[in-house]
């Protein structure tokens, strides 16, 4: 082992309900001054076997907020179309 090599630092946050093993894994190392580096960022939803890897939060907060937007316009689109099919029953 060479000796300016050191294994990586893991902290794993785990989100949402337990059936759908979200999990957020950061692994880190220490620079010189002893401040932490952020080397990777590995988000796994719903027991994804190949994580999303983003290499800065710039990345990840970037996706995230994309598929913010995405996840609200579905449902938007989903309450719509329940309002049209409840006015739609009604009138008939």
Avoid: C
């Avoid at 990345?59 to 989903?78: D, F, G, S, T, W």
């Amino acid at each position: 082992m060479r000796p300016l090599l050191t294994p990586d630092n893991i902290y794993i946050f785990r989100f949402g309900r337990d059936r759908l093993d979200n999990r957020l894994i950061i692994r880190y190392s220490h620079k010189w001054t002893g401040r932490q580096r952020i080397n990777e960022i590995d988000l796994r939803l719903h027991k994804q076997k190949h994580p999303r890897i983003f290499y800065s939060e710039s990345e990840l907060l970037h996706y995230l907020e994309e598929h913010l937007l995405k996840h609200e316009a579905k449902l938007q689109a989903r309450e719509a179309k329940k309002s049209n099919e409840v006015t739609d029953g009604a009138s008939k």
